[in-house]
């Protein structure tokens, strides 16, 4: 027995376009809802991104603030030093010279700055999340400043292992030693000698060396102190700006 299969009239140029529009429109759909997709999650990725910088810079602030602190005291102690190092001094002077150049010679007080979310930024190839060009703008100068900063206060601790060597020439060691009083292995406090302890040469040549190297160390520190401000400052913007864009 025949099987009659029933036939199909022919589709017409109208049905043709219908299908061809359906299957457009939902090929479009789904590409504009995978966008949109991906919009979503990118702006909540570059809002958490700000969220950690904003954390980020308050602690840098903090860190800014406290090297500021130690870099005042060891202004303060180069001061002090060319003070007391005056010829009419000099001799009368000998424990709070002992006192001020262990001070500026102590190698301690350097504060890392935060870096998590700028080098989720740079290394992770974020900084094409931030859609803000400005705040993209500020990060890549603020980086900079960073930079600038962090080479700076790592040149000036070398500044500081010159003044050690200094101290070296011009101070009996055994003097620091008597007057450190440990409070655990690695800490002490620092101990101003109670008696007059002499230099180790008051000739004038020897003295102006020394005086030399106090008196670059402490424009050094003014230098650093200047990038503290100026970094703080940028800082400070930089914050207000990412709270008005991303809150």
């Known amino acids: 027995m025949e099987?009659?299969?029933?036939?199909?009239?022919?589709?017409?140029?109208?049905?043709?376009?219908k299908e061809f529009l359906m299957l457009f429109l939902a090929i479009s759909l789904g590409f504009f809802a995978e966008n949109l997709r991906e919009h979503f999650v990118e702006q909540e990725k570059e809002h958490q991104l700000m969220e950690s910088m904003l954390a980020d810079l308050d602690k840098n602030q903090?860190?800014?603030?406290?090297?500021?602190?130690?870099?005042?005291k060891r202004n303060s102690s180069c001061d002090s030093i060319?003070?007391?190092?005056?010829?009419?001094r000099i001799k009368q002077s000998g424990s709070t010279l002992y006192f001020h150049a262990r001070k500026i010679g102590v190698y301690g007080s350097q504060f890392?700055?935060?870096?998590?979310?700028?080098?989720?930024?740079?290394?992770?190839g974020m900084f094409r999340l931030i859609h803000k060009t400005d705040i993209a703008d500020s990060l890549s100068a603020y980086d900079n400043l960073k930079t600038q900063y962090e080479q700076s206060i790592n040149w000036y601790f070398d500044n500081v292992k010159l003044i050690q060597e200094a101290n070296k020439t011009m101070f009996n060691t055994k003097v620091f030693a008597f007057n450190t009083q440990y409070t655990s292995t690695y800490e002490f406090n620092q101990l101003r000698p109670q008696d007059n302890p002499a230099l180790l040469s008051?000739?004038?040549?020897?003295?102006?060396?020394?005086?030399?190297?106090?008196?670059?160390?402490?424009?050094?520190?003014e230098t650093i102190l200047r990038n503290i401000d100026q970094l703080t400052s940028?800082?400070?913007?930089?914050?207000?700006?990412?709270?008005?864009y991303y809150h």
């Open 234 to 244: 940028y800082s400070e913007n930089l914050k207000l700006a990412i709270r008005k």
């Open 112 to 124: 890392p700055l935060a870096t998590r979310s700028l080098d989720q930024l740079k290394n992770g």
């Open 82 to 88: 060319a003070y007391f190092l005056e010829p009419s």
């Open 62 to 72: 903090e860190l800014l603030l406290s090297q500021k602190n130690a870099l005042l």
């Open 202 to 221: 008051y000739q004038q040549q020897d003295l102006d060396k020394y005086y030399n190297s106090v008196y670059y160390l402490k424009k050094h520190t």
């Open 3 to 17: 099987v009659h299969h029933p036939h199909h009239l022919p589709k017409n140029w109208k049905e043709y376009l």
